[in-house]
Every structure is written in C-alpha cells, then in structure tokens.
T-cell receptor, first 115, second 111 residues
C-alpha cells in the first residue's frame, strides 16, 4: 500500500515562472491537505480539498496560488508568477476524513527553489 | 485562535537518557493530537495519535500523554539513541480544520 506520493521532489523555477506540484493520496483516502514549511518556520495549513471540491482555502494566499483535486488524477497545487518568497517545502497530506480521528499521512514534500 | 507551542526548541542529550518533549495548546476543544518526526530535508512521519477521549498512547520506546483540560501533551522517549535525532512536531486537530503545528523540538542524541 503506497503512501502519499508527491512529485517532483525538487523544483527550481525562475521568478515569474509557474510551479505545479502534484500529490497522489494514499489508496482509499479522499481528503487532501496542502501545507507549506518556510525556512525556520513551522508547517502552515494552506488548503483542504475533497474530490472536485475545495473545502477550506483559508490558509492560501489570495493571489497566484490555486489548488484542485479532480475526479481522476492527483491533486495539483499551482503557483503562478513565482517570487523568491515562495521558496519553501510544500507538503501534501491525505486522510480518510473520519471526523473524530482524521489521522493525516504526509508525503515526502516538494522543495521549491525560486531563483 | 488555536496556538501550539513546543518547549524546548532544541535539546541535546547523551545516548541512553530518558527525555520529555512538551507541547501546549490554547484551545482545549480539540479532536485529537498527533506527534510527528521530521528528519532534515525529509517529510513527516506520524509517531502517535491521541484521540480526545484518550489520555495516552504508546509505541515502542515512545509514550505520549494528553491532558485536554490543561492544554498539554508530552512525548516521552525512553533510552534515547542517536537514531532518535530529528525534529519532533506536535499538531492538534479540531473538526473541520486542518492540523495546527507547533514549531517543533530539535533533538540531538550523542553517542
């Protein structure tokens, strides 16, 4: 049973380019969360999705960032016109979404470097 | 607004010592609390999850306790080993929201 998969593991972009980060949840999981870890800071929630629905995007910047979790295929976190401040590790987690348990399992992360 | 604090921020111990990592949270209305381990440049590994109705969970040399009323959790590591060196993260979950993390305790165990 494969765990949460993320790709690419490392991504380098120049300022102004687009970054696309992919996350495939664990088998049987329909809930996906994206978190960002900036250097020297803790993990911060960005967005929570179920299949074809954004449930909570309160942690995501209003501009340049978007996320989707289509009926088929992985969840995508998209960052348009990247800036140096977007350099961070982006982690995806998945869960079964059971209300009182909701144990989340994390992927290895995508480390984005903006030059 | 829920805030999670972990003390100490860093800890260095010799191999074989028993140690305690602390986590406190401001809003006691949580569903569960999870402890994670993160190795440098790596992802997060879930160590223990304590549901709100439970007071502790154990896995091998690890024991985590939860006191909702005081807003505290501790992670006890017995007979520490150099392989335990990592950053330990505490996170709380409240229904309808994602995990809220502390900044972690970075543990170094010397041989």
């Amino acid at each position: 049973n494969a765990g949460v998969m993320q790709n690419p593991r490392h991504l380098v972009r120049r300022r102004g380019q687009e970054a696309r980060l992919r996350c495939s949840p664990m088998k049987g999981h329909s809930h996906v969360y994206w978190y960002r870890q900036l250097p020297e800071e803790g993990l911060k929630f960005m967005v929570y999705l179920q299949k074809e629905n954004i449930i909570d995007e309160s942690g995501m910047p209003k501009e340049r960032f978007s996320a989707e979790f289509p009926k088929e295929g992985p969840s995508i976190l998209r960052i348009q016109q990247v800036v140096r401040g977007d350099s961070a590790a982006y982690f995806c987690a998945s869960s079964q979404g059971l209300a009182e348990i909701n144990e989340q399992f994390f992927g290895p992360g995508t480390r984005l470097t903006v030059l | 607004k829920q805030e999670v604090t972990q003390i100490p921020a860093a800890l260095s111990v010799p191999e074989g010592e028993n140690l305690v990592l602390n986590c406190s949270f401001t809003d006691s209305a949580i569903y569960n609390l999870q402890w994670f381990r993160q190795d440098p440049g790596k992802g997060l590994t879930s160590l223990l999850l304590i549901q709100s109705s439970q007071r502790e969970q154990t896995s091998g040399r690890l024991n985590a306790s939860l006191d909702k009323s005081s807003g505290r959790s501790t992670l006890y590591i017995a007979a520490s080993q150099p392989g335990d060196s990592a950053t330990y993260l505490c996170a709380v979950y409240k229904a309808g929201t994602a995990l809220i993390f502390g900044k972690g305790t970075t543990l170094s165990v010397s041989s």
